[in-house]
């Protein structure tokens, strides 16, 4: 028997699943499954650890907590009208909202089917149907450390250890992480994020990924990786592919460039990619694509193989011909620097940490907390296809798009500014000494900073993981409290530092009863929005969410997320509203590393103004003790 969890009128009340002898079918409307192991449909749609349900917070916690969160951004005035708003919504339509929100996941519990939490239908909606290019909004990324050989043995060792990690995955011996719903992990097996009008699919091929797709000089070469008798090509012969390909790249001549369009608004590539695959030749190229263990983009060489800030832009904003960027990629240039892109729509930042913790210590011959990868038969690059050229065949009208897809590209990127904080006087050790949690000094550091330049606290959205649940994703913590703000003033009108310190300590402490209670699935965010979805279906008029105040608070003027885990040197994302930052960091023991982005098209914003800011605030952070 399963447990269920639920959340009514403020009590969590477990039920039992009956139990139902019943094909493992796909009830989820945004995968698509062409090649899976059987196994994968447990992971994917059962509950093989038997997680909780993602609780729904009881409606007067909900709005209790939106009110802390509100209250110091708003004055007095602003503020008693949200009490009036919030209790006028609790007793009224709220009221209503939440139970046939509650009623709605008791169906959905009982049915065993999808989806698997209140909030999973409207955040799959909204990853897979916002229609904005999936370059700087859907596509983080992750600098990869460690690895000390050429562009091409990088990638190779890189790519051979991966590959060993997705056969893991697919014989089912991958162990869970503690306490984790682990349903993200299958997702990244041959799998692409696939345009289709009004809404996205994740197509799956598992069980025909066998090669891997090279972008080179704005070329798209396929290679062969795991034969048909199931031996895997040796690194020294995937090495030599890839060095093979960047002859052949440098020799060769461009064909169409299709992968440009893959940064075009979603609804004009959906209508592109049909187009594409009226033509068998094409139909089958993408399939080729779509399917591959990884793309591996062989980039040239860095203007300045020490720039912070190309390196980012590498990884965030690249020329859009040298990227496919419905899939996941690992970039290299000629100088070795590398990182992984991500495709933000089915997985977060645990599962990449942990893929990319796997496959580093393998290619390093390290050990790991899971275990070794699986050690399989090798043959040599003289047993393996010669690399296979790409190349799309398209009417001149297609190419019209193509050039019109790098033209929005251009101007996409074009906008981000970029700036990297390389912290180096102290890291987490540091901060643990001051009696404050490393993630909490870092979230103050950047609201004082913010304060500083903008005289005003801002709207903080902090990723928050919520694997413990079953699909359990994220819950945003609002970073910015009533406790935060005291400290950012005290600090900016330079009051004595122990009054500061103390100040500081306590804001700390508040963020991090907070995160905790956020990963419990306490928060505020993912009960509104899935309230609101009900209340937009229904045509139904909330007050409350038609609020300035109400949506100002959710306007993530700082958008940040702690991507800290092993072999990493920066994480970044691009701000999510114009007049916002984006801030994806790391707080290592001895280092703190810092992604700032913002839009060159807002004047109120700048990322070196940010950047400069919060290293002084970190600074003066540490004068305290």
């Given at each position: 028997m399963q447990a269920i969890f639920l959340s009514a009128v403020g009590v969590g009340v477990a039920v039992k699943a009956l139990q139902r002898k019943r094909k493992m079918e796909n009830p989820s409307p945004v995968l698509t499954l062409k090649s899976v192991p059987a196994g994968?449909?447990?992971?994917?749609?059962?509950?093989?650890?038997?997680?909780?349900?993602?609780?729904?917070?009881?409606?007067?916690?909900?709005?209790?907590?939106?009110?802390?969160?509100?209250?110091?951004?708003?004055?007095?005035?602003?503020?008693?009208?949200?009490?009036?708003?919030?209790?006028?919504?609790?007793?009224?339509?709220?009221?209503?909202?939440?139970?046939?929100?509650?009623?709605?996941?008791?169906?959905?519990?009982?049915?065993?089917?999808?989806?698997?939490?209140?909030?999973?239908?409207?955040?799959?909606?909204?990853?897979?149907?916002?229609?904005?290019?999936?370059?700087?909004?859907?596509?983080?990324?992750?600098?990869?450390?460690?690895?000390?050989?050429?562009?091409?043995?990088?990638?190779?060792?890189?790519?051979?250890?991966?590959?060993?990690?997705?056969?893991?995955?697919?014989?089912?011996?991958?162990?869970?992480?503690?306490?984790?719903?682990?349903?993200?992990?299958?997702?990244?097996?041959?799998?692409?994020?696939?345009?289709?009008?009004?809404?996205?699919?994740?197509?799956?091929?598992?069980?025909?990924?066998?090669?891997?797709?090279?972008?080179?000089?704005?070329?798209?070469?396929?290679?062969?990786?795991?034969?048909?008798?199931?031996?895997?090509?040796?690194?020294?012969?995937?090495?030599?592919?890839?060095?093979?390909?960047?002859?052949?790249?440098?020799?060769?001549?461009?064909?169409?460039?299709?992968?440009?369009?893959?940064?075009?608004?979603?609804?004009?590539?959906?209508?592109?990619?049909?187009?594409?695959?009226?033509?068998?030749?094409?139909?089958?190229?993408?399939?080729?694509?779509?399917?591959?263990?990884?793309?591996?983009?062989?980039?040239?060489?860095?203007?300045?193989?020490?720039?912070?800030?190309?390196?980012?832009?590498?990884?965030?904003?690249?020329?859009?011909?040298?990227?496919?960027?419905?899939?996941?990629?690992?970039?290299?240039?000629?100088?070795?620097?590398?990182?992984?892109?991500?495709?933000?729509?089915?997985?977060?930042?645990?599962?990449?940490?942990?893929?990319?913790?796997?496959?580093?210590?393998?290619?390093?011959?390290?050990?790991?907390?899971?275990?070794?990868?699986?050690t399989l038969p090798t043959h040599a690059a003289a047993a393996a296809p010669a690399p296979k050229p790409l190349v799309f065949t398209v009417s001149a009208d297609m190419e019209s798009k193509i050039a019109a897809a790098e033209a929005n590209h251009a101007k996409l990127t074009g906008d981000l500014e970029t700036a990297v904080i390389d912290f180096t006087e102290f890291g987490k050790g540091a901060i643990k000494g001051w009696n404050c949690s490393p993630d909490g000094a870092v979230q103050l550091a950047f609201q004082a900073a913010y304060y500083q330049l903008h005289g005003r606290m801002p709207p903080v959205y902090e990723a928050c993981a919520t694997r413990k649940f079953h699909h359990g994703r994220t819950e945003t913590i609002r970073s910015t409290t009533s406790d935060s703000k005291a400290f950012v003033e005290a600090l900016a009108k330079n009051a004595p530092k122990a009054e500061t310190l103390a100040l500081m300590q306590a804001a700390a402490k508040t963020h991090g009863g907070n995160a905790k209670g956020c990963s419990n699935g306490a928060g505020i965010d993912r009960h509104f929005t899935a309230m609101a979805a009900i209340a937009?279906?229904?045509?139904?008029?909330?007050?409350?969410?038609?609020?300035?105040?109400?949506?100002?608070?959710?306007?993530?003027?700082?958008?940040t997320s702690n991507g800290t885990q092993p072999y990493l040197s920066m994480f970044g994302f691009g701000a999510v509203i114009p007049q916002g930052y984006g801030l994806g960091y790391l707080v290592n023991n001895d280092d703190i590393s810092i992604v700032c982005t913002s839009y060159k098209s807002c004047a109120e914003t700048s990322s070196a103004k940010m950047a400069s800011s919060i290293e002084e605030t970190l600074k003066k952070m540490k004068a305290l003790v």
């Open positions: 994968f449909k447990t992971e994917l749609f059962g509950n093989p650890y038997d997680l909780p349900r993602l609780p729904i917070p009881a409606l007067e916690d909900t709005t209790k907590k939106y009110l802390a969160a509100v209250r110091p951004l708003t004055d007095d005035a602003e503020y008693a009208k949200q009490e009036k708003l919030v209790k006028a919504f609790t007793e009224g339509v709220g009221a209503e909202l939440h139970k046939k929100l509650v009623e709605k996941d008791a169906a959905a519990a009982k049915s065993g089917s999808y989806p698997f939490s209140f909030i999973e239908e409207c955040w799959d909606k909204m990853y897979y149907g916002e229609r904005c290019p999936a370059p700087i909004n859907f596509s983080p990324y992750f600098a990869v450390t460690g690895l000390k050989g050429s562009q091409t043995s990088n990638a190779a060792m890189f790519a051979h250890s991966f590959t060993k990690w997705t056969q893991r995955v697919l014989k089912g011996e991958l162990a869970q992480d503690a306490g984790a719903c682990s349903y993200g992990f299958p997702k990244h097996i041959g799998s692409a994020k696939v345009p289709k009008k009004g809404l996205d699919t994740l197509v799956m091929y598992s069980n025909e990924s066998t090669n891997v797709i090279v972008i080179c000089n704005e070329q798209i070469f396929s290679v062969e990786v795991l034969s048909k008798d199931g031996t895997i090509l040796d690194v020294a012969g995937l090495e030599a592919k890839f060095d093979e390909i960047k002859k052949m790249a440098a020799a060769g001549t461009k064909g169409p460039k299709v992968q440009s369009l893959t940064s075009e608004d979603r609804d004009v590539w959906a209508d592109a990619r049909s187009t594409l695959e009226k033509d068998a030749s094409n139909k089958a190229l993408l399939k080729e694509i779509d399917q591959a263990i990884i793309v591996v983009c062989l980039d040239g060489a860095p203007k300045n193989p020490n720039d912070l800030v190309e390196r980012s832009d590498r990884l965030l904003i690249a020329p859009t011909a040298t990227r496919w960027w419905d899939k996941f990629m690992l970039v290299v240039d000629e100088s070795g620097f590398m990182g992984v892109t991500c495709e933000h729509s089915y997985a977060d930042g645990t599962n990449w940490g942990r893929f990319i913790r796997e496959t580093m210590n393998d290619a390093l011959g390290k050990p790991d907390p899971s275990g070794p990868l699986p937009t279906k229904e045509g139904t008029k909330v007050d409350l969410f038609e609020d300035a105040t109400f949506k100002y608070s959710k306007s993530w003027h700082l958008s």
